[in-house]
């Protein structure tokens, strides 16, 4: 049983620990001392009891009971108390709370009462779960004999719900559940607990009026069952394993028909469950001594997934080929090659369509290589290939097949609605130029291997006699590491985010640094990956919250208005004590929890990444932004994304890069873009070097970009020095007469807005027709350069739809047509009162544009 605490006094929490850690079975998950903090735990890990004090401070303990019931929690709730008024006890008791402690007892046996909930132990609990391992049932897939008798069940009885359930030391698993979604439920709430201590057929015709069960949460809540009865299943060594028992919403009871049915029927489990059993054993003894020999033999030597030969055979076959080329003065190459970022499939998809993605790499492998090549899987995502027969130059032809090998990895795997594209990190010893023996040759092509993996994965590195350098540093770094973090090298460089559409700032991005007193700056991909293996992230993770929140609070000090700072976290540390962590940290430097937002990454959607995700909703509840990180290049469902509560989705660097000229990317910008906005969400596009890329984003919609374009990542006095220029320019341009220059094509504006850069104007520039005409400044302009072609509204719709105002600005007309469409135009909006001071053709110079806008050259 789960357990939660609420209590501000820590001598009764020891007193509770003391009385409740006598039983196994009790799991005190937190002990927690105030409203907030009582209520986001709750929540977020749905305990199945709950001990909470009334006179919290600050709060109260009758808000959180109500904010917990309102929530369809159905946690079991003990009041502690010294004493409680007849208006508080109805209003508790009307919260549907399971009992009363009395906090003044000096005796732990009143806490006690809360082991009375747990169903009674069977006199042989050990033997009855042998029994029940025995018969190999637990948690095997859903079977079609044991499904007809749940349907059977259900109509002999006229029930809704039927389950067969296997009762194990903690928990109530079900082989076969016929109108009820659970799986599996603790055994702590599980009405079958009970009626494996009998032999007879158990039934209670209202759970919410017995007193075992009246609170038990699957009365009180979803699926709010009523009726219960249920047949133990003995089987023939008298141990009962689980029941048959059928469920309904409804208080009722059985017929005397009804019930000898579901005995019948328990019967019929126990012979399918034991006959399961002796035809397993009968199987075994069947096969023999000699199947089991060989069966023994292709375990020793094969991988038993992807059918390749293991470690024990690549070793053995390695052996041999040092032998033969010894003996025959020739070279091979051997091949460490692991997949890039596999751990990510694992985590997002299961390891289920994991090993689907290592079969189908496997046989891609095998198709690459020549017949006359091994390959094989050593571990995990860890392969090995033996090229032999190569020429004196063998490492170019090692690195070519390298090269095959990866380019046939970047295929796509369609796998679960997604195309998964793979890579690998290759690293490459010759022999016997990097070693004659086994024991070199295996360690000198595993550090190239590492080096491939720091240049950033996706290539090639054949082993030199540098890397071993590298190493030594690498095993260096983690030691000084420790130092680092104690010593405060470990810093935060900020990026801007500007908003694509109006030029302003959207936020920053903290980005770790180790500002190493003898290496220089490093960047994270030099440290973080060992402060995981040191478990020192979340220490890392804490100090960058703890900087960028005092960098921000201090901008606002300077005058410096930065909506928010973006931090990096990682599913290791999105536990119920960062949440507190955030919030402490926010209301220690007086930040609105808005002004921070929290950068994660689709790993947090691991199968076991309910707690992390059950943190981020309460930050996002408390007002805290969320951002997915990289979105694109990880393998999560659409599906499974909607489990976090987003703000925002970033959209990954590879698509951005080739954005202007690969229509793929561009059609996945777009479509990411549109379902983000959809689903009321901001879009961020990482990485944007050009201003090509720039104009691309504006123009499918994009809300922010971040990249080289506008800055780099800068140290926190760096980054206040730019946004003192950037304040600066602001406020004198504030005081410039303006001119407005629109046209569909980015660089081109750029190109008009420095040929006036040097004049006593302030330049707006707009790539859309709409956007110009949302400008506050329209009818202000000195003048508006203004292109025909904007594909988002026809020159002419622009003028019919003209802001008020705008005819009392000299448009100076812009095109590449004829200049006789160009004339046309003119001449219709002189006719609507628009004054016209010039028209110039594209490509035009710095003196035409001058003369037309009315400056002298």
């Not at 009855?128 to 749940?150: G, K, N, S, V």
């Not at 935060?492 to 920053?508: R, V, W």
């Amino acid at each position: 049983m789960k357990i939660v605490i609420v209590e501000d006094s820590e001598l009764i929490s020891s007193q509770i620990i003391r009385a409740l850690g006598i039983d196994p079975r009790i799991q005190i998950m937190r002990v927690v001392a105030s409203e907030r903090e009582a209520i986001d735990l709750i929540l977020a890990l749905k305990p199945d009891a709950v001990l909470l004090d009334l006179s919290l401070s600050p709060g109260t303990g009758l808000a959180v009971l109500a904010k917990v019931r309102q929530a369809g929690i159905g946690s079991r709730v003990f009041v502690l108390t010294n004493s409680v008024e007849d208006e508080v006890r109805q209003r508790c008791e009307a919260l549907g709370i399971s009992g009363f402690y009395d906090k003044s007892s000096e005796s732990e046996d009143c806490f006690r009462k809360v082991l009375q909930l747990l169903p009674p132990l069977p006199d042989d609990e050990d033997l009855r779960l042998q029994a029940l391992y025995q018969t190999m049932l637990l948690d095997a897939p859903e079977q079609e004999e044991f499904d007809a008798i749940t349907r059977l069940a259900c109509n002999a009885a006229g029930t809704p719900m039927a389950l067969i359930s296997l009762v194990d030391k903690d928990r109530q698993w079900f082989l076969s559940h016929r109108g009820l979604q659970l799986r599996e439920t603790s055994r702590s709430i599980a009405v079958c607990a009970y009626t494996i201590n009998g032999r007879q057929l158990m039934e209670v015709p209202d759970l919410g009026l017995d007193a075992r069960f009246a609170d038990n949460p699957l009365v009180v809540g979803d699926p709010r069952l009523r009726f219960y009865a249920g047949m133990p299943l003995v089987l023939e060594s008298g141990q009962a394993v689980g029941t048959l028992c059928v469920l309904d919403t409804q208080a009722r009871q059985l017929s005397v028909q009804q019930k000898f049915a579901l005995e019948a029927l328990a019967h019929c489990v126990v012979v399918q469950m034991e006959l399961r059993s002796k035809v397993s054993l009968l199987e075994r003894e069947v096969k023999g001594r000699h199947a089991a020999e060989q069966r023994y033999h292709v375990l020793a030597m094969q991988d038993s997934l992807t059918q390749l030969p293991n470690r024990l055979a690549l070793l053995d076959r390695l052996g041999q080929q040092i032998r033969t080329s010894a003996r025959e003065a020739s070279r091979f190459a051997f091949l460490f090659i692991d997949l890039d970022r596999f751990k990510l499939i694992n985590d997002s998809l299961g390891h289920e369509a994991g090993d689907t993605v290592l079969q189908t790499v496997a046989h891609r492998l095998t198709q690459t290589l020549r017949e006359s090549d091994t390959v094989a899987r050593l571990a995990g995502d860890e392969f090995a290939a033996i090229l032999c027969n190569l020429p004196d130059d063998a490492q170019a032809p090692a690195l070519a097949m390298a090269q095959k090998i990866n380019a046939s990895l970047r295929l796509p795997i369609h796998l679960e609605g997604t195309d998964l594209h793979l890579q690998a990190s290759i690293g490459i010893a010759i022999y016997p130029d990097h070693g004659d023996n086994l024991r070199d040759l295996m360690r000198h092509a595993d550090l190239a291997m590492y080096q491939a993996k720091r240049e950033g994965g996706g290539c090639s590195v054949a082993y030199a006699p540098t890397l071993e350098v590298n190493s030594s540093r690498l095993l260096m770094l983690e030691d000084e590491l420790e130092q680092a973090l104690e010593q405060g090298e470990i810093i935060a460089h900020y990026q801007p985010q500007l908003d694509l559409q109006k030029g302003a700032l959207y936020g920053m991005e903290a980005l770790a640094r180790w500002q190493h007193p003898r290496l220089g700056l490093l960047g994270p991909d030099h440290f973080i990956p060992l402060a995981e293996r040191r478990a020192m992230i979340r220490r890392i993770g804490a100090r960058m919250l703890e900087l960028s929140l005092a960098q921000i609070a201090q901008w606002d000090v300077q005058g410096h208005a930065v909506p928010k700072v973006a931090v990096n976290a990682c599913a290791l540390e999105l536990n119920p004590g960062y949440l507190e962590m955030v919030l402490r940290t926010l209301k220690k430097y007086g930040l609105a929890p808005q002004r921070l937002e929290i950068e994660i990454t689709e790993s947090v959607l691991c199968p076991d990444g309910e707690m992390a995700v059950g943190v981020l909703r309460a930050l996002r509840n408390a007002g805290v932004q969320i951002a997915v990180d990289d979105f694109g290049s990880g393998y999560s469902s659409l599906g499974q994304l909607r489990k976090l509560p987003l703000s925002t989705l970033k959209i990954d660097r590879s698509f951005v890069s080739e954005i202007v000229n690969n229509r793929a990317d561009c059609t996945i910008v777009d479509a990411v873009v549109k379902m983000a906005h959809s689903l009321g969400l901001h879009t961020v596009a990482e990485g944007a070097e050009t201003a090509q890329q720039l104009g691309v984003l504006k123009q499918l919609g994009c809300d922010a970009v971040q990249g080289y374009v506008h800055a780099r990542p800068m140290a926190a006095l760096a980054c206040s020095a730019w946004l003192d220029e950037r304040t600066a320019a602001t406020r004198s341009d504030v005081l410039l007469p303006r001119i407005a220059v629109v046209d569909d094509e980015l660089e081109m504006v750029q190109t008009v807005a420095a040929m006036l850069r040097d004049t006593p104007y302030a330049v707006d520039e707009f790539t859309t027709a709409r956007g110009f005409l949302a400008s506050p400044h329209v009818g202000n302009y000195h003048c508006t350069i203004l292109d025909l072609s904007l594909p988002d509204l026809d020159f002419f719709d622009l003028i019919a739809q003209a802001a008020p105002g705008l005819n009392q600005s000299p448009l100076v007309l812009v095109s590449g047509h004829p200049q006789a469409v160009v004339d046309v135009a003119a001449t219709v909006a002189r006719s609507q009162g628009f004054i016209v001071s010039d028209t110039i053709h594209k490509p035009f110079t710095r003196s035409q544009l001058r003369a037309a806008v009315g400056i002298p050259a």
